[in-house]
């Protein structure tokens, strides 16, 4: 069965500086994958997704992952944090378009000035 | 964005007693989950329905759960009856088929008392 690894449970960055979060997912064959996000008491949104294709994605409000067969990797990325990018961070991957997302733990981003 | 609403966003009710969770999905998509996500937990799958029918559920989805979208109407998960360890975030998702993108309601937050 897939599974998704998200070995940072919380990370802490100070506003400006470049966040990467992991992702480690295992899956028989070519998956797709998503980080999520999840703001204070709010459902969850996308930020980016991948479908086999170009390694890189750009997703929304500067972040960008990057898929890595070789790894089994997805992690993402975002040069310059805003205080606004505090939040918790779901990365999933997807079986096919039916049976919905496997999700990881989360890694909860702390942002202080 | 397309939207999924949920209602109600939170509801107290004492165990044993039955709930009703009501889900707006966005127009046109086929498929419809359920999520389950305890206070600071990860987000974990409970069910999928689609053509009337339940394609796959979790070890999550009890017997005294249930799910259905009686003519198109809201998408519910009813629990009948509660237990304590029901209180929990239940998100609701759709998803049109074509993507595997989900689409995240802001969550119906339970409360078994």
């Known amino acids: 069965a897939q599974s998704v690894t998200q070995p940072d449970a919380r990370v802490t960055v100070s506003e400006g500086a470049s966040l990467q979060l992991r992702c480690k997912y295992s899956?028989?064959?070519?998956?797709?994958l998503f980080w999520y996000v999840q703001y204070p008491r709010q459902g969850l949104q996308l930020l980016l997704k991948?479908?086999?294709?170009?390694?890189v994605v750009q997703g929304v409000n500067g972040f960008e992952a990057e898929f890595s067969k070789s790894n089994s990797s997805f992690h993402l990325r975002k040069a310059s944090v805003h205080w606004s990018d505090w939040a918790v961070y779901f990365c999933?991957?997807?079986?096919?378009?039916?049976?919905?997302?496997?999700f990881g733990l989360g890694t909860r981003v702390s942002v202080f000035p | 964005g397309p939207k999924v609403l949920q209602i109600p966003s939170h509801q107290i009710i004492d165990m044993g007693q039955m709930v009703t969770l009501n889900c707006d999905p966005v127009?046109?998509?086929?498929?419809f989950y359920w999520y389950k996500q305890i206070l600071g937990q990860q987000m974990e799958f409970l069910v999928n329905?689609?053509?009337?029918?339940?394609?796959?559920k979790s070890k999550l989805f009890k017997d005294q759960f249930s799910v259905e979208r009686p003519d198109g109407s809201y998408f519910t998960l009813k629990i009948q009856p509660t237990a304590l360890e029901d209180s929990a975030v239940y998100f609701c998702?759709?998803?049109?088929?074509?993507?595997?993108?989900?689409?995240f309601g802001e969550g119906s937050k339970l409360t078994v008392l």
């Open positions: 998702a759709s998803s049109s088929g074509n993507t595997g993108q989900l689409y």
């Open positions: 899956y028989f064959g070519t998956p797709y």
């Open positions: 991948y479908y086999p294709g170009d390694p």
């Open positions: 999933a991957v997807s079986l096919n378009y039916a049976q919905g997302l496997t």
């Open positions: 127009s046109n998509h086929l498929y």
């Open positions: 329905f689609y053509n009337g029918k339940v394609m796959e």
